[in-house]
């Protein structure tokens, strides 16, 4: 055709490929294979070339790429896989692919090249997309072979969390359609020694099988899922009598998860979105590290439940304050687990006493106790604002890591 902006491209395929695969190598821990093995560098190097020019070749008319160029970019994807490389490493890949290209279409162009530019970007952005696809297609099926499907629905949930858009990708080859929102439950398991990695994905195995939704263990202490929400249904379409809603999902998760790891958990749970999780995902952190610590979890916490001890925890000065009246507290008695019971009885005497097996006017001896050490009335209005803030941090165990 003549454009200037194609010959100035296609004059450099060949040094830009090269470039392409050295950074690779420089960003990329698991792609430094290609300063080792030659075999593998000279392939790199090939397809990088190989797909410039294909992208010059069908830019120019608009030409769409073929199921066999397709086929091919999936081929280099599961040659990736092959050599161990990761998931997070491909989405790495394909982000810096992305930027390259960019970066040379964009030094390459001039003010007299506007509508070569436009082609070359429109069909850049609608072929780039069915190539990330057929490329996270192919790595996928290579990883099926090779990874425990447990790792593979773990890559599954990073990749939502992380509003990656391979997620779609990855969902597939699990064998698990994606909901357009969800509820990200994570469940804090505080404590030293961590639970080893093995440990882990025994866990992740065993709640795989009766829960077939994205999870995994981002950090050691931290275990995610991520249940489909119920705004999910069509507007005015009912849910079916014997289905489940997503919060008796994620309880029912809960339950299996809290007997699973056989350890206190904290629960954080915040809706939201298919590729705006990571918002969600850093609220139920947040979350999880307020809420208190459940010996057999059964409560999904949400941010009415902890917002004050979420603001509380932003603001040293109040929050030692708190942890000042806690250290009076525990010259007790067990005053601490009397005014957790206390308001989780609505300041209820003869239940609370119940809940606690004690007698009524041991419980009246011990709410004095709690006025003395701290001249605080439980019972007042400010008592309740001072007292349930103390009782909520203590029990969530922030005052003792």
Not at 81 to 106: D, K, P, Y
Request: proline residues 5%; charged residues 25%; hydrophobic residues 45%.
């Amino acid at each position: 055709m003549g454009s200037h902006l194609f010959a100035a491209l296609s004059r450099r395929t060949l040094d830009d490929a090269r470039h392409e695969v050295e950074v690779y190598g420089r960003e990329i821990p698991e792609y430094r294979f290609v300063e080792d093995d030659g075999r593998l560098r000279a392939e790199a190097l090939e397809y990088a070339v190989w797909l410039r020019r294909r992208t010059l070749e069908l830019a120019p008319e608009g030409t769409p790429l073929t199921p066999e160029d397709l086929d091919h970019i999936a081929s280099m994807g599961a040659s990736r896989a092959r050599t161990g490389m990761s998931a997070a490493s491909r989405r790495r890949v394909l982000g810096l692919h992305t930027n390259l290209m960019l970066r040379e279409i964009q030094e390459a162009s001039g003010p007299e090249n506007t509508d070569e530019l436009m082609r070359l970007m429109v069909w850049f952005t609608a072929q780039g997309t069915r190539g990330i696809d057929a490329y996270t297609r192919g790595h996928a099926a290579e990883q099926k072979r090779r990874l425990p499907f447990a790792a593979r629905v773990g890559a599954l949930a990073r990749a939502l969390l992380a509003d990656d858009a391979l997620a779609p990708g990855l969902a597939r080859a699990v064998g698990m359609s994606l909901a357009a929102s969800y509820e990200v439950v994570v469940v804090h398991v505080p404590g030293r020694p961590a639970l080893a990695a093995a440990g882990r994905e025994g866990i992740v195995e065993s709640l795989l099988a009766h829960h077939r939704v994205p999870m995994a263990w981002p950090r050691a202490e931290e275990l995610v899922a991520l249940i489909p929400a119920d705004q999910d249904r069509a507007p005015g379409t009912a849910r079916p009598v014997h289905a489940r809603s997503a919060r008796d999902r994620a309880l029912a998760f809960l339950r299996d998860a809290g007997q699973a790891v056989a350890l206190p958990c904290a629960v954080g749970a915040s809706t939201g979105r298919v590729r705006a999780l990571t918002d969600a995902y850093a609220r139920a952190r947040r979350i999880s590290l307020a809420a208190p610590l459940q010996p057999v979890p059964r409560r999904l916490h949400t941010l009415a439940d902890v917002f004050v001890e979420l603001a509380v925890a932003e603001d040293r000065e109040i929050d030692t304050w708190l942890s000042g009246i806690a250290q009076s507290l525990a010259r007790g008695p067990e005053l601490l687990v009397t005014l957790e019971r206390y308001y989780a009885h609505d300041m209820h005497r003869r239940n609370t006493a119940a809940a606690l097996n004690i007698h009524p006017r041991t419980l009246d001896y011990r709410l004095q106790r709690v006025r003395q050490l701290t001249d605080v009335d439980p019972g007042s209005a400010r008592g309740v604002r001072i007292l349930t803030a103390v009782v909520a941090r203590a029990s969530s165990g922030a005052w003792t890591t």
